[in-house]
């Protein structure tokens, strides 16, 4: 059973960096993505890695800001997010899932999840 928990979000000024965590147990499976959610908005694809960190996606509203990476003998999957923006702000979650490589931003393709980290930009 795959777990997942998040980490190193909080409040910060625009144009400020934050890296997020993602602490794996059980596996990490063959991708591992984030999400972010904000207050009344739907879930939102971020970026994604896949197991052996050779292949990436993220959202075009991140490109050039937020880089995903992995260590896999930590287990744990990065989320280094810089020039932040009052718009990033959200929950940001963090999902694996253990087959499949189509869609890697499409949160109904993950099957493990873990309760978030806040962010928030102002």
């Known amino acids: 059973h795959v777990q997942l928990v998040e980490s190193g979000g909080g409040s910060v000024a625009t144009g400020a960096s934050l890296r997020l965590s993602c602490a794996a147990s059980g596996g990490t499976g063959r991708w591992v993505a984030w999400f972010r959610q904000a207050p009344g908005k739907e879930r939102e694809g971020v970026a994604a890695?896949?197991?052996?960190?050779?292949?990436?996606a993220s959202a075009d509203s991140v490109k050039g800001r937020f880089t995903i990476s992995r260590d896999n003998a930590k287990r744990t999957v990065y989320l280094q997010m810089n020039s932040l923006k009052p718009e990033d702000t959200a929950m940001y979650y963090c999902?694996?899932?253990?087959?499949?490589?189509?869609?890697?931003?499409?949160?109904?393709?993950?099957?493990?999840w873990g309760k978030g980290t806040q962010v928030t930009v102002s």
């Open positions: 999902a694996s899932r253990t087959y499949g490589s189509e869609f890697p931003l499409s949160a109904d393709r993950y099957t493990y």
């Open positions: 890695i896949d197991r052996d960190g050779e292949r990436t």
